[in-house]
């Protein structure tokens, strides 16, 4: 069994109102140092698989089919044991 955490956040050249609307409220809050905030979705999947290889390639297919918009979204992820960090 393996553990995908996936990362999944706008592309740079999409404009992100959830993100300036947490950047605003924190500069609300005194954190005025924060700037260009952006949101994003961060999944973990059980992938019931035979090799790390055959667990990333369905991954990475979950990302491509359902998971992220490709023409608005970028997505990472990375791939371990279950049980390991």
Not at 55 to 83: H, Q, R, T
Request: charged residues 35%.
């Amino acid at each position: 069994m393996y553990i995908a955490k996936i990362i999944i956040t706008l592309r740079s050249s999409i404009l992100d109102p959830q993100g300036k609307t947490v950047e605003h409220s924190l500069k609300s809050l005194g954190y005025d140092k924060i700037e260009g905030t952006r949101m994003g979705k961060y999944i973990e999947l059980k992938i019931n698989a035979d090799s790390k290889s055959e667990a990333e390639s369905i991954a990475d297919k979950a990302c491509e089919k359902l998971l992220a918009n490709p023409v608005m979204e970028d997505y990472e992820f990375e791939i371990s044991k279950d049980g390991e960090n």
